[in-house]
């Protein structure tokens, strides 16, 4: 990744990421603390946020040796494909579809369409084999909320 003259090299991504997850398991942790200190309510809580803790500090530790920061006389040119440049973006926006017309097309159609769209994405590009994948994973996804859970989902073909 460059920004400007800067190169950013290694996982940064990664490393961001386990920082937001520490981020978010210290404020849940905290949370569930400030609502009630009892043993009652902090025995699933506190040692499931002591895990992720350690787990997050080891990832860490393993991986921040290995950032760079370099500068360069130019700009990095925007080469890449469009999974590199728009792909983050590109799923963001899927992702957004897909909850907005989940109540409209149902959970098991929005489900198949998401899985199928976000494998073209990644680069799929046999439709016989990202469709049908998609079709199975909305259609088992659905009945395991309904059946399984007993949680009542909005759905066009499983039901």
């Avoid at 506190?46 to 860490?60: F, K, R, S, Y």
């Avoid at 909850?99 to 494998?119: E, S, Y």
Wanted: proline share 6%; with cysteine; aromatic share 10%.
């Amino acid at each position: 990744m460059s920004i400007g003259t800067l190169r950013f090299t290694g996982p940064w991504g990664h490393c961001l990421l386990v920082i937001g997850f520490a981020a978010f398991v210290g404020w849940y942790t905290a949370d569930a603390y400030a609502a009630s200190s009892k043993v009652k309510n902090l025995l699933l809580i506190g040692p499931v946020g002591l895990v992720a803790a350690v787990l997050c500090a080891v990832t860490l530790a393993t991986q921040v040796p290995r950032l760079r920061i370099a500068r360069s006389a130019e700009p990095a040119p925007r080469e890449g494909t469009y999974r590199e440049r728009w792909g983050v973006a590109a799923a963001c926006a899927g992702l957004a579809a897909y909850v907005i017309l989940m109540p409209w097309i149902g959970f098991d159609v929005a489900t198949a369409l998401f899985v199928a769209a976000g494998m073209t994405l990644q680069g799929e590009r046999r439709p016989w084999v990202s469709l049908p994948f998609g079709a199975l994973v909305g259609a088992l996804t659905t009945y395991a909320m309904e059946t399984v859970l007993s949680v009542p989902v909005p759905s066009l073909v499983v039901g």
